[in-house]
Nanobody, 117 residues
């Protein structure tokens, strides 16, 4: 399962940090990432980081968001700097992992990020 944390309310230009921790069972994390969804908009992938490649970002957050992972703790973080009003959304972390039964995707509980003017 994934435990999501972080988020909250911040003024434009400020920073927030989201975290995602995987636990339970024996598994190998192949990728961590975050999607976000705001009212009236489709869900979009914000950032992801795979075990075999570097991070990738949605164009609007490049240079402002940084995704990282700690393989020893099965955790990932999304550092969000220079936040803009349009970053307001519910953010969902995910992890693609494999265990003895195959490949799976787990989702964390949504975390509200609100950027105010």
């Amino acid at each position: 399962q994934l435990q999501a944390s972080g988020g909250g309310l911040v003024q434009a230009g400020g920073s927030l940090r989201l975290s995602c921790a995987a636990s339970g069972g024996t598994f190998t994390i192949k990728a961590f990432g975050w999607f976000r969804q705001s009212p009236g908009n489709a869900r979009e992938q914000v950032a992801a980081i795979r075990s075999d490649s570097g991070p990738n970002y949605e164009d609007s957050v490049k240079g402002r968001f940084t995704i990282s992972r700690d393989n020893t703790k099965n955790t990932a973080h999304l550092q969000m700097d220079s936040l803009k009003l349009e970053d307001t959304a519910v953010y969902y972390c995910f992890a693609r992992y494999s265990d003895y039964t195959g490949d799976h995707t787990a989702w964390g509980k949504g975390t509200q990020v609100t950027v105010s003017s």
